[in-house]
């Protein structure tokens, strides 16, 4: 009867102790549970990224210069839409669709086409204010949604804000301070005094720190409203500095 209860016993401990490990740890439960998270938004990239295809491939054609007709940016474009409706955020997403608006507006014609040419700047003003607010950080973004708005109507407040805080996010960047350099290039004398803070620190770092062999080519053809800032920056500068700038094509001392 004792031997009976004792093997009874151990019967029971050996059912205990395989249902204890059979349990999983706390850690696999974890690990279980970050690999179906991952593989949930693994999907969720794959299927987005195959409803945008076409925006991808496009917009790298046209980033590497290829010739893309203009039935097909308008028709691709047209599905940037999708991207602002859908509130979809992914960098990439973001960036290929930024190039298709901005081309189909480039290529608008307002004289010839002004209707298409309205629809195609308010459907980029759109999307940049969705690019902006999908990546507040990105200096590029709100320099183009700036180029947008300057593009429609000129607005010299509205258009400086954007700039400025262009500069502010990339103020020492040698790309971005290039890119807004040709934008101050071409905005009016009251656009410039709105921004003047943000012109006056671009136009004097490009002059001081930039590579003298991109500068003095950017520099070449300055406007009448843009010439003071650059007068008063060079003015400032060594001579060794105005030398290299000069072997490039910017003559500081020449300057009308």
Same mark, same amino acid.
């Given at each position: $009867? #004792?031997?009976?209860?004792?093997?009874?016993?151990?019967?029971?401990?050996?059912?205990?102790?395989?249902?204890?490990?059979?349990?999983?740890?706390?850690?696999?439960?974890?690990?279980?549970?970050?690999?179906?998270?991952?593989?949930?938004?693994?999907?969720?990239?794959?299927?987005?990224?195959?409803?945008?295809?076409?925006?991808? !491939?496009?917009?790298?054609?046209?980033?590497?210069?290829?010739?893309?007709?203009?039935?097909?940016?308008?028709?691709?474009?047209?599905?940037?839409?999708?991207?602002?409706?859908g509130? =979809?955020?992914?960098?990439?997403?973001?960036?290929?669709?930024?190039?298709?608006?901005?081309n189909?507006?480039?290529?608008?014609?307002?004289?010839?086409? =002004?209707?298409a #040419?309205?629809?195609?700047a308010?459907d980029?003003?759109?999307?940049?204010?969705?690019?902006?607010?999908? $990546?507040?950080?990105?200096?590029?973004l709100?320099?183009?949604l700036?180029?947008?708005?300057?593009?429609?109507?000129?607005?010299?407040?509205?258009?400086?804000r954007?700039?400025?805080?262009?500069?502010?996010?990339?103020?020492?960047?040698?790309?971005? !301070? /290039?890119?807004?350099f040709?934008?101050?290039?071409? !905005?009016?004398?009251?656009? /410039?005094?709105?921004?003047?803070?943000?012109?006056?620190s671009?136009?004097?770092?490009?002059?001081?720190?930039?590579?003298?062999?991109?500068?003095?080519?950017?520099?070449?053809?300055?406007?009448?409203? !843009?010439?003071?800032?650059?007068?008063?920056?060079?003015?400032? /500068?060594?001579?060794?500095?105005?030398?290299?700038?000069? #072997?490039?094509?910017?003559? /500081?001392?020449?300057?009308?």
């Open positions: $009867m #004792w031997q009976r209860a004792r093997v009874s016993g151990h019967a029971q401990q050996r059912v205990l102790t395989r249902a204890a490990l059979s349990l999983p740890s706390p850690l696999s439960v974890l690990f279980l549970l970050t690999a179906v998270v991952l593989l949930i938004f693994a999907i969720a990239d794959i299927k987005q990224s195959a409803r945008f295809a076409d925006i991808f !491939l496009v917009a790298e054609r046209l980033e590497q210069s290829e010739q893309v007709s203009l039935e097909t940016l308008i028709k691709t474009a047209a599905k940037t839409d999708a991207i602002v409706s509130d =979809y955020c992914r960098s990439d997403i973001v960036m290929a669709g930024t190039t298709l608006v901005l189909r507006l480039d290529a608008a014609n307002e004289i010839t086409g =002004y209707d #040419w309205v629809k195609a308010d980029a003003e759109s999307y940049m204010r969705h690019a902006v607010s999908c $990546m507040p950080t990105e200096s590029n709100w320099l183009r700036a180029i947008v708005r300057a593009i429609i109507v000129q607005e010299p407040k509205a258009i400086a954007l700039l400025n805080m262009s500069a502010r996010l990339a103020p020492a960047d040698e790309f971005a !301070l /290039l890119a807004r040709y934008f101050w290039n071409r !905005l009016n004398a009251t656009t /410039l005094e709105n921004a003047h803070l943000s012109v006056e671009d136009v004097s770092l490009l002059l001081k720190l930039g590579d003298s062999r991109k500068v003095g080519p950017a520099l070449t053809r300055i406007s009448p409203a !843009l010439l003071p800032y650059v007068k008063t920056a060079g003015a400032k /500068l060594t001579a060794e500095r105005k030398t290299s700038l000069a #072997w490039f094509g910017l003559n /500081l001392d020449k300057l009308p």
